[in-house]
């Protein structure tokens, strides 16, 4: 037989935790081995995800960096002839087979 695990949880916490897992299906029993087996493999508490917004603001580009990459894609930048201009992409590609590749045929 398994045994019994006692924790003190504040009521709001449990019963909005209780909700949760009855939502999704799950348990109270599930959540605390899922805990447990958490704790085993990974050697520290779970953490909270971080919100969206906190994200989004970590990876933020500064103006420095931004200056930076303006400035590489300017360096990278090559001419083209003047009638790709409006072509097609799929055209000149079709065009750059056949031509690349005529001796197969």
């Known amino acids: 037989m398994n045994p019994v695990v006692t924790a003190r949880v504040?009521?709001?916490?449990?019963?909005?935790?209780?909700?949760?897992?009855?939502?999704?299906?799950?348990?109270?029993?599930?959540?605390?081995?899922?805990?447990?087996?958490?704790?085993?493999?990974?050697?520290?508490?779970?953490?909270?995800r971080a919100r969206q917004e906190d994200a989004l603001q970590s990876h933020k580009i500064s103006p420095e960096q931004l200056a930076q990459a303006a400035s590489f894609m300017e360096s990278v930048k090559v001419s083209v002839p003047a009638e790709w201009e409006d072509a097609p992409f799929e055209d000149l590609l079709d065009s750059a087979m056949k031509e690349r590749y005529a001796h197969l045929r």
């Open 10 to 48: 504040p009521e709001g916490v449990r019963a909005r935790g209780v909700d949760v897992l009855r939502e999704i299906g799950s348990s109270t029993s599930e959540l605390i081995n899922a805990a447990f087996e958490y704790v085993i493999k990974e050697r520290e508490l779970p953490k909270p």
